[in-house]
């Protein structure tokens, strides 16, 4: 059961956008339109951002958006905030095995 | 307003079993499957276990079949995780969550701290 990858680092300038990527295989990421996003400040507990690939939860700025193409999603981030600053956690159903999570990327506002 | 509330984290020698369980308030439990996500100091998360909303199905990561199972009760609005033969690799943080959809998870308790450590 591998994780997702994910860049462990990204960073932007306040106002700038900033991408960041979670490639899996045709038995995750590429298979289903299952895609979640997670935002954890340290010490905190994850929040969801974003689900079924590009889909926000109520109270969610539209800052944030998903996309997906073939084994890679990605999450933008646009028109950076410091509170943005935080580490960005990919998550996508696997088949049996339900949930395999991204090894995270902390995500540094300048 | 949803609250999950973890307890029952702590120290635990290697070999040694702990109970977690998760409060449940705010909404129906018994209409969602639930989940218990952990994380190890420093490291990202590791999805652990779920249980459908009537206990009739239940999934593993496979690094803690037949150490780990997951309960729930839902007259008591609650969610179990009885961990057995723990292992140092087991010290993470756990938290309970709810499941949202398919593979998401909409709400986090606080979580609980699990040290397996001689």
């Known amino acids: 059961q591998s994780a997702l990858t994910q860049p462990p680092s990204a960073s932007g300038s306040p106002g700038q956008s900033v991408t960041i990527s979670c490639t899996g295989t045709?038995?995750?990421?590429?298979?289903?339109?299952?895609v979640s996003w997670y935002q954890q400040h340290p010490g905190k507990a994850p929040k969801l951002m974003i689900y079924e690939v590009s889909k926000r939860p109520s109270g969610v700025p539209d800052r944030f958006s998903g996309s997906k193409s073939g084994n890679t999603a990605s999450l933008t981030v646009s028109g950076l905030q410091a509170e943005d600053e935080a580490d960005y956690y990919c998550s996508s159903y696997a088949g049996s095995i339900p949930v395999v999570f991204g090894g995270g990327t902390k995500l540094t506002v300048l | 307003e949803v609250q999950l509330v973890e307890s029952g984290g702590g120290l635990v020698q290697p070999g040694g079993s702990l109970r977690l369980s998760c409060a449940a308030s705010?909404?129906?439990?018994?209409?969602?499957?639930m989940s218990w996500v952990r994380q190890a100091p420093g490291k990202g998360l590791e999805w652990v276990a779920n249980i459908k909303q009537d206990g009739g199905e239940k999934y593993y990561v496979d690094s803690v079949k037949g150490r780990f199972t997951i309960s729930r009760d839902n007259a008591k609005i609650s969610l179990y995780l009885q961990m057995n033969s723990l292992r140092a690799e087991d010290t993470a943080v756990y938290y309970c969550a709810r499941d949202w959809r398919v593979a998401g998870f909409d709400y986090w308790g606080q979580g609980t701290l699990v040290t397996v450590s001689s």
């Open positions: 045709s038995s995750d990421v590429g298979g289903y339109n299952y």
């Open positions: 705010g909404f129906t439990f018994s209409s969602y499957w």
